[in-house]
């Protein structure tokens, strides 16, 4: 079974830097996309950043310039470096696998990790 193993959230100042990593486990066959989502308390999930397995990327505004994504196609791994982390950056960070198809040739919309908590506060 496919998932998405995240890790690397915590508590860090305003203006401080985390690296979050997600591992996609499983066997895979094949892997368009992956990004990472962010839920703050009594909000929506939205996107923060995704990468296509060619490389191409995208970001929210709330975090160009800030924010790096980058992916590791032979390891399944995506990869999110923040910098100049703010309050408002608080949130849960999830992880989201885009149309992927398992060794058993499965095929799945999208699978998410269960999330890891970003702190930004002094």
């Known amino acids: 079974q496919v998932q998405a193993v995240e890790s690397g959230g915590g508590l860090v100042q305003p203006g401080g830097s985390l690296r979050l990593s997600c591992a996609a486990s499983?066997?895979?066959?094949?892997?368009?996309?992956m990004a990472w989502y962010r839920q703050a308390p009594g909000k929506q999930r939205k996107m923060v950043a995704g990468?296509?397995?060619?490389?191409?990327?995208v970001y929210a505004d709330s975090v160009k310039d800030r924010f790096s994504i980058s992916g590791d196609n032979a390891k399944n791994t995506v990869y999110l470096q923040m910098n100049s982390l703010k309050p408002e950056d608080t949130a849960v960070y999830y992880c989201?696998?885009?149309?992927?198809?398992?060794?058993?040739?499965?095929?799945?919309?999208?699978?998410w990790g269960q999330g890891t908590l970003v702190t930004v506060s002094s």
């Open positions: 989201n696998l885009n149309h992927i198809v398992d060794a058993a040739g499965n095929s799945y919309v999208e699978i």
């Open positions: 990468i296509t397995s060619g490389g191409s990327t």
């Open positions: 499983g066997s895979i066959r094949s892997l368009n996309g």
